[in-house]
C-alpha cells in the first residue's frame, strides 16, 4: 500500500472523472498512470437496460406459447423496440469511432 498526497481540488476531480468511468479511484488513477485507456460511453446504460426489457418481454412469450396459452404472437412491437435499440447503439458507435 503506498500513499498519496493530492491537493483538494486535484483529488475531486479525478474522483468525478473515477465515478463517471464506473471506476473507483485506485482503478481510475492505476489506469491513467499506465496509459492504459479509459473508454467512458454515455447512455449505454440506458440502451442496456431497455435491451434487456425486451429479452424479459421475448422470454415471457416464448414461455406462454411454450405452454400453449398464446398461438403466434404479434411481435411489431417488440421489432419497433429492438430497432429503436439498434439505432441507439449505432449512435454510441458513432460517437466511439
Known sequence: MIAMRFREND?????????????????????????????????????LKEQKAIGRN???????CNMGKIVCPDLGELKNQYADVLTALNDIVGRCS
Not at 24 to 33: L, R, S
Open 11 to 47: 483529488y475531486m476531480a479525478i474522483k468525478r472523472k473515477a465515478e463517471k468511468a464506473n471506476m473507483n479511484f485506485t482503478e481510475f488513477v492505476t489506469n491513467a498512470a499506465l496509459n492504459k485507456s479509459i473508454i467512458v460511453i454515455d447512455g449505454l446504460n440506458d440502451v
Open 58 to 64: 421475448i422470454n415471457q412469450l416464448t414461455t406462454l
